[in-house]
């Protein structure tokens, strides 16, 4: 048992006394209990009284426990007599149970062969012998006294607290379960609040059990009045600060709320509450109503005169006011509040799901109805059907077009497809080619939802939170971990109020260069759409033109996802979105274009051909596309078979210096190229990557990093040696070397190497046979 002071010396001071301990305020009808007092008789039995104090010894709360009982079934008059005699009746062992209503023993039988009700014990006593070491606790009944024998002191005062504490809430839930004058209860709310505080006991039922009893009596008392109620919450708040509310009095908490949000109740008693909440709580899943007590509290600041300024006020004390929240529970409660109140917000639209599209075929502007049984009529905002250009200039077209309605109706008992879409493609779930990306306009692809005038403020409320929650940097990373799956519902992503009050935190992002931040903007797994394709041109979040794509394109460019792997999907899914953003002068989609034809990304000769027009149309794409060209020339001529078979840049060579030396003629047959002790870093890797004979690369001792092995990984299929020697790769750039199935010496000699990862490495490259992995985590 944990306790938080010693008690081995306190033997002693107990040996030869007998103490009483009872409550200064009484229950109701228990006005004078505490006044009858056996008085101190002669001989070797000594009483003393014994006042219980906050301070000192500490004892945990008794459930069950081994005990000797002794029954005497005389008067109280006889009790001294019997006590100084030699000879006491027989001790009987039992296991006894402490119930919240009484003593019951596992063996019934003898002395406890019925249960002992805590409302037949008169009184409650400590004793202590001077002729034996016993030590017992005596309970006073009308049938006689029941005497319980411990092993020392400690535990025989165990066994009274907890026996006084069973007794005293026993009471107190009796009586205030049929109250009369509710300032006569309001009285025994305040002493059975004091009880919990003062006891020596240490137990979470402690708080908890008198919060229990309030919240019942609060579920069956509802038509008090407002003071009665700010009454009794003042009453029980002492008891609040280290302790969640009860689920009955959450709800008795949510109410108050709603009725009364500027009552200085909210500010005084449910701020600490609150704050302890976001602060402590592990998981709202098992104790929802303190998620909704969450929600109510800080719609209620909503509510206050300053509204959303009193609202930042409490999230800024959340956070602190230093630059790192030392609370790591806070952002995850807080971001879980949101999304909670923000579901609540489309619960109506959730509920009729059957009867609203999918987030996919919003994008593509059609629907399916196959088996659906809608309950009620479904608008979508669609533009008319559009005439393509008969040219294959398609993509010359700068005009945007217009938005127009289209009504999808949906009628009951009607199982076939209703939903047709005008001049398009016969298959719903088809996804839009090229031509449908750059017609669409983004703008119309969103579900027409009218919030209800509440809903709508609840939005704004917690919507702007998030908001708040993204500007703070030390929670960005998480902010965007937890937000990365799109925990909303699809009627959310597709109500454009929403969209545009989430934006701001999707910006944010698009614009932390932590990679851990940026990196979030993809989605979270294949098949499942992101940030990144609910925000891009044609995505069913986009009312900007693509503004927002094209910064997240940029910060992820600029990234360690200038790789091919982004480049390809990019041009699966996004190519459409990045040509017309092209066409409209975008300086990151035109190098987009560009890197896809340097990279052979576009194997279809009419689709390349479309991507130079494109280019050819714009002043920024012409000359990006002539740079491209006498870049393409120099690497044929860099390509063209010649030169020597191996090379070694001088100590101190930079980036600079290798790009130099390589436009200087032809290295077809570069096979061995050292780098060693020079200074090039991870930017040479767009050098080297143009080397197609390269089979033995030495970087020892250079500043070659992640980003460069990364992009190694994917253009150098061929090397078969890799010296990596004291550089500052980590695992991050070390997992990408398991795609060279051509390596056979591998030296991370001095690396952040770990465990885990060379064992990784050593599992997928099978012809691996020379590793130096000295002085690493896996040495």
Not at 582 to 603: D, F, H, K, P, S
Not at 749 to 765: F, G, P, V
Request: charged letters at 20%; aromatic letters at 6%; one cysteine or more.
């Amino acid at each position: 048992m944990d306790f938080t002071s010693g008690g081995g010396g306190t033997n002693e001071l107990h040996n030869n006394q007998i103490y009483q301990c009872e409550e200064s305020k009484p229950l109701l009808g228990e006005m004078s209990e505490g006044n009858n007092n056996t008085k101190v008789g002669a001989g070797p039995c000594k009483r003393t009284l014994h006042h219980c104090s906050s301070s000192g010894m500490r004892y945990k709360l008794l459930h069950e426990g081994d005990i000797q009982v002794c029954v005497v079934k005389h008067p109280r008059t006889f009790f001294s007599k019997i006590l100084t005699s030699k000879f006491l009746r027989r001790w009987e062992p039992h296991h006894l149970t402490l119930t919240d209503s009484g003593l019951t023993s596992a063996t019934p039988t003898g002395y406890m062969e019925t249960p002992l009700s805590y409302s037949s014990i008169e009184d409650l006593q400590l004793l202590s012998w001077d002729n034996a070491p016993k030590y017992c606790v005596q309970l006073s009944s009308p049938v006689g006294t029941i005497l319980l024998q411990a092993a020392n002191s400690y535990l025989r005062d165990q066994w009274f607290h907890s026996l006084q504490w069973k007794k005293k809430i026993y009471k107190y839930r009796k009586v205030l379960n049929n109250p009369s004058r509710w300032d006569v209860v309001l009285k025994e709310i305040r002493a059975l609040v004091d009880m919990a505080l003062t006891s020596p006991l240490q137990d979470e039922s402690i708080h908890q059990a008198p919060l229990h009893i309030i919240s019942t009596l609060l579920a069956e008392n509802s038509n008090l009045s407002a003071q009665d109620h700010e009454n009794i919450i003042v009453a029980i708040a002492p008891l609040l600060e280290n302790n969640h509310p009860p689920p009955d009095l959450c709800e008795f908490f949510c109410k108050h709320c709603r009725e009364r949000p500027r009552s200085m109740v909210v500010i005084e008693v449910f701020t600490p509450v609150v704050q302890r909440i976001l602060k402590h709580n592990m998981d709202f899943g098992k104790c929802p109503r303190l998620r909704l007590f969450t929600q109510e509290y800080i719609l209620a600041l909503n509510e206050l005169n300053g509204g959303m300024e009193v609202v930042k006020k409490f999230v800024h004390s959340m956070h602190g006011p230093t630059g790192q929240c030392p609370h790591p529970r806070v952002l995850p409660n807080l971001v879980a509040v949101c999304l909670a109140a923000i579901y609540s917000c489309y619960e109506e639209f959730i509920n009729s799901r059957d009867n609203s599209p999918s987030l996919k075929e919003i994008r593509n502007g059609c629907q399916q109805q196959n088996d659906r049984k809608p309950p009620m009529p479904l608008r979508l905002l669609r533009p008319e059907p559009l005439t393509p250009p008969p040219t294959t200039l398609l993509l010359l077209s700068t005009a945007p077009s217009p938005p127009h309605e289209i009504l999808v109706e949906l009628e009951r008992n009607n199982n076939s497809a209703n939903a047709k879409r005008k001049g398009g493609p016969a298959g719903g779930d088809s996804e839009p080619n090229l031509i449908d990306c750059l017609l669409v306009s983004p703008a119309v692809n969103t579900l027409s939802i009218q919030l209800p005038a509440q809903a709508d403020r609840v939005l704004g409320c917690f919507a702007l939170i998030l908001k708040m929650l993204s500007d703070y940097d030390d929670w960005r990373p998480a902010l965007a971990s937890l937000l990365q799956p799109i925990p909303f519902p699809k009627e959310a992503l597709a109500h454009g109020k929403f969209t545009k009050e989430l934006k701001y935190v999707i910006q944010r992002f698009a614009e932390d260069p932590r990679q851990e931040v940026h990196s979030c903007l993809l989605s979270v797994r294949s098949g499942k759409d992101g940030w990144f394709q609910l925000y891009s041109p044609g995505g069913v979040a986009c009312d900007d033109d693509g503004e927002l794509f094209a910064s997240m394109v940029h910060i992820l460019m600029g990234s360690c996802y200038k790789t091919k792997k982004f480049l390809l999907s990019l041009a699966e899914n996004k190519l459409g979105p990045c040509m017309l953003l092209a066409l409209r002068g975008n300086q990151t989609m035109v190098e987009i274009l560009c890197l896809m034809l340097e990279y052979n990304i576009i194997e279809n000769k009419d689709t390349q051909l479309q991507i130079i027009s494109t280019l050819q149309s714009t002043r920024v794409g012409f000359r990006m596309y002539e740079q491209l060209c006498d870049r393409q020339r120099e690497l044929k001529e860099l390509q063209r078979k010649g030169g020597p078979t191996r090379l070694t840049l001088p100590s101190k060579s930079t980036d600079a210096d290798l790009a130099r030396l390589l436009s200087s003629g032809s290295f077809g047959n570069l096979e061995n190229l050292s780098l060693a002790f020079t200074n090039v870093t991870s930017a040479c890797a767009e050098q080297l990557i143009k080397l197609p004979s390269l089979k033995q690369l030495n970087l020892w001792s250079t500043q070659f990093g992640d980003a460069g092995l990364r992009l190694l990984s994917e253009h150098l299929a061929c090397l078969q040696v890799l010296n990596l020697c004291e550089t500052p790769v980590t695992d991050a750039g070390l997992l990408a070397l398991s795609s060279m199935k051509s390596l056979c010496s591998l030296n991370m000699n001095s690396t952040k190497l770990t465990a885990d990862t060379y064992e990784d490495l050593k599992a997928k490259l099978p012809n691996l046979k020379d590793v130096d992995v000295r002085y690493t985590e896996a040495w």
